[in-house]
């Protein structure tokens, strides 16, 4: 019991810091998910049945924009299709949790991702550990897209540094994980591999799958070669 | 309005589907040695690659580097080398990350 609230513990503390930027995006989301003639019911309800901050920000961007729902649709599946990695990756980590993985499986996202995948490679399968980040980052995104969907555009999450929370806690993350060649190999591939992506095709949306499918070859590559070396 | 709720509801079970097929069909199987390794290393190409798309930001069509991020971003990979601690490395890159974007607006 003790360990449970342990791990209950850990994961809230260790997924407040995203929590926190989640809901600055979740604010921007609420407000643009407004100005794109969302009602207030369907701008929470998008965040309750799709908690997906990529899918979401894209979608109301691109019917501002005039796109149509077909074009929408399209778009956010090849944006997740990143998914399958994800959850692929963790598949093993939920493996214990059995038919509870059908409501986990809600939480296979960015973040939950790399906390999950972090938290499995120190200490093996804990599925209670993905619920509670999971559960913290539901709570912070539907709550902070319904403030975002009643204040409107009176706050920009830019103006208080909110914007940098996400990359910040992402590098906190990644360095400590930078060890041996073929993981350095991999984390460099993938910033020329999303730079050039980036450079060709600003603010694309496939800049981060393709990079996540490719990236890894390299790392693939050094590790083979130092097994044969 | 009615075509908005058609297109949460459509949103939310492609998403999920995308969620539970990665899950579903990897979990509890034997992964090839090389597959394993692969998945492994997906996740670093990942975050750096989301890290790069908040670093480079698209702005009138060109791309244009974010200082405030990259500060914020260098500074809290110093630090978190050095400390070893996340929490202070992540509030020390967000204040001077915040202090670069105040001082260059």
């Not at chain 2, 069909?25 to 990942?46: C, K, S």
């Amino acid at each position: 019991m003790d360990e449970k609230i342990v791990t209950i513990r850990t994961g809230f503390t260790e997924a407040l810091p995203l929590a926190i930027a989640i809901a600055a995006y979740g604010l921007s989301y609420g407000v643009l998910a407004t100005q794109a003639n969302f009602s207030l019911a369907g701008t929470v309800a998008m965040s309750l049945l799709v908690f997906s901050g990529s899918v979401q920000m894209v979608a109301v961007a691109m019917l501002t924009t005039g796109a149509s729902l077909t074009g929408v649709l399209f778009t956010s599946i090849l944006l997740n299709l990143r998914n399958l990695l994800y959850g692929a990756a963790l598949a093993e980590g939920l493996a214990p949790a059995k038919n509870w993985k059908w409501l986990l499986a809600f939480g296979v996202s960015d973040e939950p991702f790399v906390l999950g995948v972090s938290r499995f490679t120190k200490y093996g399968p804990d599925p209670l550990y993905f619920g509670t980040i999971t559960g913290t980052f539901y709570a912070a995104w539907t709550l902070s897209s319904l403030i975002g969907a009643l204040i409107g555009n009176q706050i920009d999450p830019q103006r208080w540094g909110l914007d940098l929370a996400f990359p910040i806690t992402f590098i906190a993350l990644i360095i400590p994980s930078l060890k041996g060649k073929p993981v350095i190999a991999t984390a460099l591939t993938a910033v020329v591999i999303a730079s050039g992506l980036e450079y060709l095709m600003p603010g694309n949306e496939f800049t981060i799958i393709i990079t996540g499918i490719l990236s890894p070859l390299a790392g693939l590559y050094l590790n083979r070669r130092s097994q044969n070396a | 309005m009615l075509n908005y709720w058609i297109l949460i509801g459509l949103l939310a079970v492609s998403t999920y589907i995308s969620r539970i097929i990665g899950i579903e069909i990897m979990a509890g199987r034997e992964m090839n040695a090389t597959l394993r390794l692969y998945f492994n290393y997906v996740p670093i190409g990942i975050i750096s690659a989301l890290i790069i798309k908040q670093i480079l930001v698209p702005m009138d069509g060109q791309l244009v580097i974010s200082f405030p991020v990259l500060i914020g971003c260098l500074s809290t990979a110093i630090t978190i080398k050095v400390l070893k601690m996340f929490l202070p490395s992540v509030m020390i890159g967000a204040i001077l990350g915040w202090l670069a974007r105040y001082c260059m607006s």
